[in-house]
């Protein structure tokens, strides 16, 4: 069965450092790219970029280049998603799903960061 | 980017109403188009890819049809559990991927 395991909830003071994670299981990790979408409070999906585990090669929405960072370590079968100083407009539900040619079939249960000072 | 408008943002229907949600692309993005029900606290459940093509395991009341720029997502008869967000997204480039607004299905 594949899975997508995302670590847990998260509560952050402005300007912290914060790395989730997304766990794959069940099928091959390296054969799929991962991507992260973000969901603000009441708001829509936006896609924030991807990963292809084999190479750790990525793109990023140009929403998101630069204020966010995704890797991979194959070994583990896990995708992460980094920010380096975080704001209160990140405070979101963090998804990450399987790239299946260009759309999602599986996709983590989601993980809540809340930065608030 | 490829941007992605649905409307309407929110619909009222009943139960057994036939619905209507609609995606317009900015450029052509030939049948590169997906749709996902989402209901609150969950997460997004692929529905219809490559525009028409419907997931296995969803009811055959929802249909999607549309190339180019112009797509449409219809329930035939919009049953209780129907009732979620409904998003589209395209998938024209890999490495580019874009979603719309969504639309809201809420009970009349």
């Known amino acids: 069965e594949v899975q997508l395991v995302q670590s847990g909830a998260e509560v952050k003071k402005p300007g912290e450092s914060l790395r989730i994670s997304c766990q794959g299981s069940g099928y091959s990790f390296t054969s799929y790219w991962i991507s992260w979408v973000r969901q603000m409070p009441g708001k829509g999906l936006e896609w924030m970029g991807r990963?292809?585990?084999?190479?750790?090669?990525?793109n990023y929405s140009p929403s998101f280049q630069g204020h966010v960072t995704i890797s991979a370590d194959k070994s583990i079968s896990t995708a992460y998603l980094q920010w380096s100083s975080l704001k209160a407009s990140d405070t979101a539900m963090y998804y990450c799903?399987?790239?299946?040619?260009?759309?999602?079939?599986?996709w983590g249960q989601g993980t809540l960061v809340t930065v608030s000072s | 980017d490829i941007q992605m408008t649905q409307s309407p943002s929110t619909l009222s229907a009943s139960v057994g109403d036939r619905v209507t949600i609609t995606c317009r692309a900015s450029?052509?993005?030939?049948?590169?188009l997906a749709w996902y029900q989402q209901k609150p606290g969950k997460a997004p459940k692929l529905l219809i890819y490559k525009a028409s093509s419907l997931e296995s395991g969803v009811p055959s009341r929802f249909s999607g049809s549309g190339s180019g720029t112009e797509f449409t997502l219809t329930i035939s008869s919009l049953q209780p559990d129907d009732f979620a967000t409904y998003y589209c997204?395209?998938?024209?480039?890999?490495?580019?991927?874009?979603f719309g607004g969504g639309t809201k299905v809420e009970i009349k």
């Open positions: 997204q395209q998938y024209n480039s890999y490495s580019r991927l874009t």
């Open positions: 990963i292809d585990p084999s190479d750790s090669y990525t």
């Open positions: 450029q052509s993005i030939s049948s590169w």
């Open positions: 799903a399987r790239q299946d040619s260009g759309s999602f079939y599986y």
